[in-house]
């Protein structure tokens, strides 16, 4: 289970800046494109309280959210410039 203290503003951004594979580093940026709760509900915490998303990052009214394990990020992820 994640807890997501947010903050007074209620957001979590998360980003990764390199993937790893077969003894290779690849320098990337992401951006959070959407995502569902571990149930399969779009647009809800684990509480199903209203969850959403503002420029990339996890945005909700209130100062924290929950998201359980089998919870799914969708992804853009692009090459970054050097």
Do not use: C
């Not at 993937?19 to 779009?42: D, E, I």
């Amino acid at each position: 289970m994640a807890y997501a203290a947010a903050g007074p503003e209620g957001k979590v951004d998360i980003v990764f800046h390199a993937l790893h594979y077969k003894g290779k580093t690849l320098r990337v940026t992401t951006a959070t494109v959407g995502f569902v709760n571990s149930k399969g509900h779009p647009s809800a915490d684990e509480q199903e309280r209203p969850l959403g998303l503002e420029n990339g990052a996890l945005a909700s009214t209130k100062p924290e959210f929950v998201l359980d394990e089998g919870a799914e990020l969708k992804l853009q992820v692009s090459t970054a410039k050097p």
